[in-house]
């Protein structure tokens, strides 16, 4: 694992992004440890909204520190399972559906220190603003994403991508990682 202060993102926003396989989710989970291991395990929430890998892509986040509170569902992958434009649509639909039920389910419970895996499995059909709201009510948030090139261009990639973008300007830190440096049109 890398080692992380904690202190270098309480109280802030902070945003990973990278292609497939860059390590977002190494680094998030090294970030959430280093809360844990300071003695903050009951103050953490993870919801992990990444699909069961698919080849070379996804994966929920390993398992939780004692005391953390990990939410996931399942996530379906659309650009992998879907035949076409309106399956792929329907299938992120469903996920946004699913991640709505799993963010209801969290703030019955609500923790100060907010981590999410996959943020962009439900930026795919899912509302930004809920999204944002959900992170503005954490003291801490830490959410990673994909943005890359490893998806070819669609409907889903291009609104994704936007959302992302528009995310990334309401964090407090954005942290890029891989080779990915260049803005989509």
């Known amino acids: 694992m890398v080692a992380v202060n904690p202190e270098d993102y309480r109280g802030r926003r902070t945003l990973i992004l990278g292609d497939v396989n860059t390590g977002k989710t190494r680094l998030t989970r090294s970030i959430l440890e280093a809360f844990a291991a300071a003695g903050e395990a009951?103050?953490?929430?993870?919801?992990?909204?990444?699909p069961e890998p698919a080849g070379d892509v996804g994966g929920k986040f390993p398992a939780s520190a004692a005391g953390v509170l990990h939410l996931t569902t399942a996530i379906v992958p659309p650009r992998l399972t879907g035949t076409d434009e309106a399956e792929v649509a329907?299938?992120?639909?469903?996920?946004?559906?699913r991640i709505e039920a799993l963010f209801d389910s969290y703030l019955k419970q609500p923790r100060p220190i907010l981590f999410v895996n996959d943020a962009t499995l439900y930026l795919q059909a899912g509302s930004l603003e809920r999204?944002?709201?959900?992170?503005?009510g954490a003291a801490t948030a830490v959410?990673?994403?994909?943005?890359?090139r490893h998806f070819a261009d669609g409907p889903l990639t291009r609104r994704e991508r936007r959302l992302t973008d528009a995310l990334?300007?309401?964090?407090d830190r954005v942290i890029r990682i891989g080779e990915w440096i260049e803005p989509w049109p």
């Open 168 to 171: 990334a300007r309401r964090c």
């Open 143 to 148: 959410v990673n994403a994909y943005q890359g």
């Open 90 to 97: 329907r299938l992120a639909a469903a996920n946004a559906d």
């Open 131 to 136: 999204f944002a709201g959900l992170l503005a």
């Open 42 to 50: 009951q103050e953490i929430a993870l919801l992990d909204l990444a």
